[in-house]
């Protein structure tokens, strides 16, 4: 699909995390990131709960809103993507360089999405063996393996992060 011209020149160079918006079995997560754009696609580096979902569901909603400092909206653009999570050395080197420069970065991304507490909040859903952190206490019990987070393919999600392609199908933009 092309994507419309007033939402590339929107979201293309904009300085601003994006909301992502994953689900798996009608439980929706959404969660920060920092983006890269290209030809049709943001590119993502993730982890935590957002690559467990994106790898049992591709489908995902992605915001991304520029807001003045008194939280008045300018703009809202609203995306529907399919993620691919892709194996790509040089194109994950691409995304780090693109997320340092367009979020100031010192060069040492790290993550690169801009949510460490994702991945610590990763824990936080029943069905992984984690509780809810409120008021800086834990609730719940874990579950049978003792809490020790969910593990995909030999590869603990709790640490690893993936390149993401999130191919965009619909784009539309609201102005305010």
């Known amino acids: 699909?092309?994507?419309?011209?007033?939402?590339?020149?929107?979201?293309?160079?904009?300085s601003l995390s994006a909301h992502l918006a994953t689900s798996?079995?009608?439980?929706?997560?959404?969660?920060?990131?920092?983006?890269?754009?290209?030809?049709?696609?943001?590119?993502?580096?993730?982890?935590?709960r957002k690559l467990r979902n994106l790898r049992r569901n591709p489908r995902v909603a992605v915001s991304v809103e520029?807001?003045?400092?008194?939280?008045n909206v300018d703009w809202n653009a609203t995306l529907l993507a399919t993620a691919r999570i892709v194996e790509d050395d040089e194109?994950?080197?691409?995304?780090?360089?693109?997320?340092?420069?367009?979020?100031?970065?010192?060069?040492?991304?790290?993550?690169a999405d801009g949510d460490a507490a994702d991945d610590a909040d990763a824990d936080d859903d029943p069905d992984t063996g984690g509780g809810t952190v409120t008021d800086g206490g834990t609730s719940g019990s874990g579950a049978a393996d003792g809490g020790a987070g969910a593990r995909e393919g030999g590869v603990d999600d709790e640490t690893s992060?993936?390149?993401?392609?999130?191919?965009?199908?619909?784009?539309?933009l609201s102005t305010y």
């Open 1 to 14: 699909m092309t994507i419309p011209h007033r939402v590339v020149d929107r979201i293309a160079d904009a």
């Open 24 to 48: 798996v079995d009608d439980r929706p997560h959404v969660a920060p990131v920092w983006y890269a754009y290209d030809d049709g696609s943001l590119w993502v580096s993730t982890g935590g």
């Open 66 to 71: 520029s807001a003045d400092r008194a939280g």
């Open 91 to 111: 194109r994950e080197s691409w995304l780090l360089e693109r997320i340092d420069e367009k979020y100031g970065g010192d060069g040492e991304s790290g993550g």
């Open 161 to 172: 992060s993936g390149l993401v392609e999130l191919r965009i199908a619909s784009a539309t």
